[in-house]
């Protein structure tokens, strides 16, 4: 496993981390024994950040970090949490009291008495260029709260006017092999910032495993059944944005790509998630896992098997044929 500073947080992490989104909620049901294996076989395979939100799950997912570090002392883990998500989406809401009552939750899930990292959960647009949210969230980390913030955002936009801000420690962004264009204005500010980028979304809602068709189906509360078009939250979220058939005939593209070029050395998704790490800027990726076996295997994509200029030029080449008109100036 390779290893990185994530950015103003001066903490080392893991290139490839642990998103726990699908451990709360919105993925279908997930055992709370078969999530501790999961956090487990992450930790055990060199994983160093977990990734979750207050939201996710109504906390449970914070609740099962939190059995986990309490019951794995020692384990040098940093956990980054989101806050903003629990009320009504408007400017308004983004103030120093709510914050204090969030991350009071969050510290009291996470069996925390300060918080490693807490990101804003896609905010308002406003929301980035209010100063007194920057100096509620200084506050936050003047009291103890929480050691360093960062944001959580949907669009290139919203990411380069947090990166202006000299207290945003992260950014963490949609980035993957169908959504290309913070590569091209996001990552090198943030370089250049000393911001670090996280990196979330990375198998567009699992298309580029390359296992899905045009048949498959997904359970009712799995939000790749109720948000397709955006019904529950910004569709981005969703296969990235991209229409299901598009998305299953580019990712076909996409194993044809990995197998000619990497071989049986990488799996589709392995590949996916190396891809991301090896894009200079980058400071860690967050795939989700719903088994041991995939924790595993995403952790194994975080080695050193460089992929090339060539396999850069095939996934600009799969995006500019099936993607670039649907996705890039979205978002």
């Not at 883990?77 to 204090?100: C, D, H, S, W």
């Not at 989700?288 to 460089?306: E, H, I, K």
Request: glycine content about 10%; aromatic content about 8%.
């Amino acid at each position: 496993m390779e290893y990185r500073i994530l950015g103003r947080t001066g903490r080392l992490v893991s290139v490839v981390g642990l998103g726990t989104w699908q451990l709360g909620a919105d993925w279908g049901e997930v055992d709370e024994a078969d999530a501790l294996a999961v956090l487990d076989a992450a930790a055990s395979a060199g994983v160093t950040i977990f990734d979750t939100a207050d939201v996710y799950g109504d906390g449970r997912s914070e609740q099962i970090i939190g059995a986990f570090l309490a019951d794995n002392p020692g384990h040098g883990i940093t956990v980054a949490t989101k806050m903003g998500r629990r009320v009504e989406q408007v400017p308004e809401n983004y103030v120093l009291e709510n914050f204090r009552e969030w991350t009071d939750r969050s510290r009291k899930n996470l069996r925390t008495e300060r918080l490693d990292l807490v990101q804003l959960h896609c905010p308002p647009s406003a929301v980035y260029d209010d100063d007194a949210v920057f100096d509620a969230l200084d506050t936050l980390v003047a009291d103890g709260a929480v050691a360093a913030y960062g944001v959580s955002v949907e669009t290139v936009d919203q990411a380069l006017r947090a990166i202006a801000r000299p207290g945003v420690a992260s950014v963490q962004i949609i980035l993957n092999a169908f959504r290309l264009k913070p590569l091209e204005q996001v990552l090198p500010a943030a370089s250049a910032a000393g911001v670090g980028i996280v990196a979330r979304v990375p198998l567009a809602s699992g298309l580029l495993s390359g296992r899905y068709t045009a048949e498959t189906t997904f359970a009712d509360d799995d939000h790749r059944t109720y948000n397709r078009d955006g019904e529950a939250f910004d569709v981005g979220e969703t296969f990235s944005g991209v229409p299901y058939d598009t998305g299953v005939r580019a990712a076909r593209e996409f194993s044809g790509l990995v197998e000619s070029v990497v071989g049986d050395d990488l799996t589709p998704a392995q590949a996916a998630i190396a891809w991301i790490w090896q894009q200079p800027g980058v400071s860690t990726v967050i795939p989700g896992a719903r088994s041991v076996d995939q924790a595993r295997a995403n952790a194994g994509a975080g080695g050193d098997r460089l992929l090339g200029a060539r396999f850069n030029a095939g996934v600009r080449d799969i995006y500019d044929e099936h993607l670039r008109e649907v996705v890039h100036e979205r978002w």
